[in-house]
């Protein structure tokens, strides 16, 4: 029986490798190889014609030096063809000066008066000399009686100016071909260096390229382009890549969309395409740390820069903006928890101080507890309806009273404040003020005489909020760097970042055309004031009707009671 063929073994094939380095060093050494070929064999031809046309001027100077020697144009008319003859004689001398193949001497019916085989002398020569013969030089390569030859022909004139010969020269074609060959020794050696200094190049180029390319043949390559393209426009996270030069490489779908790009910006510059702002110096490298906060538009991202070899980066984003508002909207939910439980406690001290009074019969005394109890909360929301007659702004400053004097810090409306119900976006007016009350409450709780003061008044269409508050301030040196993502001075809350109230409070204003600043309050503390253009829609004839004191509640509070979500703080 046959044994059973070995497993694994086979054949071996020989083929195209598939290496990128293989390959590419394969196909720099064929085109070396073919340009060397090439050139040598363009250069072959021209020597060759080359060196027969100096063949040929060489044979063409010699028989003009001959045919202007006098004594040989007054021996040709005065003495007969003989071997010992002066034209011979002459003709002779000049063959073996030159090292010409033969140096003929003919008169005008072709007989030749010289030659190297003195038999001939005497003897029609054996090509054609009539041009030569009726006055024109020549020059050719021909063969005759010496053989294969190059040659030069110029008319003999007598002392009238007549032709009466011909001086034909050759020189043996036998030592042109022996310098052509002995030239391709010469030329195939400097073809040869030339070749194997280009091997050296392509193999360090190759080399490399194998490097850079991680020794990976081009069907890896292609798949991992492929599995590149899909998963980078697959994730959920945002990419941006940067080359050395802080142009952007490439920005996938995600990233195209938490920043507001298009595919337009590929190629161009980093600070061009977003901006000034934190966010382009996050991206760019000019603020390093991990995790790091930006603010882009209403969208609040968490970027993580990584460098790369060339000198770029690649920055991957995650939109952090629903966590971001779930985070605010937990804090503000304890917030309300904790003043809620501080309410339950003081209002249980007022139900046992009013159990007590009725207990001591002390009735009347107990009828004006209730009635200072009752008429100061009223009074509070009262007086907050009549100056800011939007509903959710003005419960909003209600709960946050509350939440303040538990604090121990007293809040209160400014002199001068009302805002008609007229605004246009309420829910972010009410983001700017409860953000900069709660940041205000931070600062104040604790002081001495711990106040703050809202203002809301109108110019025309336009909005201005000031907070101030009794706290120790913001140093001059910090008003600029306040709004800026990530500046903060409180401890961290639930969900693990701050420094991004005052940011948004800045965007905000900026997205509606306003402006805020902060400033120092006299006696100390902080005063932060925005401005919000346009931000009142134009008074209509129902207008009338919508101001005042909202109604549905019997203590005169607004329509809502529930303190809206401040949405961030500092």
């Given amino acids: 029986m046959n044994a059973p063929p070995t497993p694994g073994r086979g054949p071996r094939r020989f083929g195209w490798p598939q290496r990128v380095f293989s390959q590419v060093l394969l196909m720099q050494l064929a085109i070396i190889t073919g340009v060397t070929i090439l050139v040598t064999g363009l250069f072959l031809a021209p020597l060759s014609d080359q060196l027969d046309d100096q063949a040929m001027r ?15 144009v007054e021996n040709l008319s005065s003495t007969d063809p003989s071997d010992r003859g002066p034209v011979q004689s ?8 030159t090292g010409a193949e033969y140096v003929v001497v003919m008169n005008q019916r072709g007989v030749r008066w010289s030659h190297p085989d003195t038999h001939r002398i005497g003897a029609i020569v054996s090509t054609d000399p ?10 050719e390569i021909d063969s005759g009686t010496l053989g294969r030859s190059a040659r030069g022909k110029v008319p003999l004139y007598g002392p009238s100016g007549e032709v009466i010969g011909a001086v034909s020269v050759g020189i043996a074609y036998d030592s042109v071909r022996a310098r052509l060959l002995a030239a391709i020794p010469g030329l195939l050696a400097y073809a040869g260096g030339a070749l194997a200094v280009g091997a050296l190049a392509a193999y360090l180029i190759s080399r490399r390229l194998q490097r850079q390319t991680h020794d990976l043949a081009f069907s890896d390559i292609s798949a991992l382009l492929t599995e590149r393209e899909a998963m980078l426009h697959g994730i959920r996270e945002g990419v941006v890549a940067l080359d050395g030069a802080g142009r952007v490489r490439l920005l996938n779908d995600e990233a195209q969309r938490l920043l507001g790009l298009g595919p337009e910006a590929a190629g161009r510059p980093l600070d061009e395409v977003l901006g000034d702002g934190r966010t382009t110096d996050v991206l760019a490298g000019r603020v390093v740390g991990d995790d790091l906060l ?14 790369t070899d060339d000198g770029g980066a690649v920055v991957t984003l995650r939109d952090r903006t629903e966590l971001e508002h779930l985070g605010r909207e937990l804090d503000s939910t304890t917030g309300l928890i904790d003043a809620l439980r501080a309410q339950d406690h003081e209002h249980a001290n007022r139900l046992h101080t009013l159990l007590g009074l009725l207990e001591l019969e002390m009735h009347e005394d107990a009828m004006e507890f209730v009635t200072e109890v009752v008429g100061v909360h009223r009074a ?3 007086q907050l309806t009549e100056k800011v007659q939007d509903p959710l702004l003005a419960a909003l400053l209600v709960g946050k009273t509350t939440v303040a004097a538990e604090r121990g810090v007293s809040l209160r409306p400014a002199p001068g404040t009302l805002l008609p119900d007229r605004v246009i976006d309420p829910r972010g007016l009410v983001t700017v003020v409860g953000n900069l009350v709660d940041n205000a409450t931070d600062a104040a709780a604790g002081s001495d005489g711990a106040r703050i003061e809202v203002g809301l008044r109108t110019e025309g269409r336009t909005v201005v909020l000031e907070v101030r508050d009794s706290g120790p301030g913001v140093p001059q040196d910090q008003h600029a760097s306040i709004f800026t993502e990530g500046w903060s ?4 809350p639930a969900h693990g970042k701050r420094g991004l109230g005052l940011a948004l409070v800045r965007r905000l204003a900026e997205r509606q055309g306003g402006s805020v600043t902060v400033s120092g309050a006299d006696g100390g503390g902080a005063v932060f004031t925005v401005v919000l253009p346009e931000a009142l829609a134009e008074p209509g004839p129902e207008a009338g009707a919508m101001t005042g004191p ?12 529930h303190p809206a979500t401040t949405g961030e703080q500092r």
């Fill in 58 to 72: 060489r044979a063409l100077a010699i028989a003009q030096s001959t045919a202007a020697d006098p004594d040989i």
């Fill in 90 to 97: 002459a003709a002779e001398r000049v063959r073996r000066a």
């Fill in 130 to 139: 009539g041009e030569a013969l009726h006055g024109r030089e020549v020059m």
């Fill in 294 to 307: 930006a603010v882009r538009g209403n969208r609040v991202l968490l970027a993580n820069r990584m460098p």
């Fill in 380 to 382: 509070t929301a009262e």
């Fill in 489 to 492: 001075t409180k401890d961290l």
């Fill in 550 to 561: 909202a109604t549905g509640s019997p203590a005169g509070t607004p329509r809502s009671t």
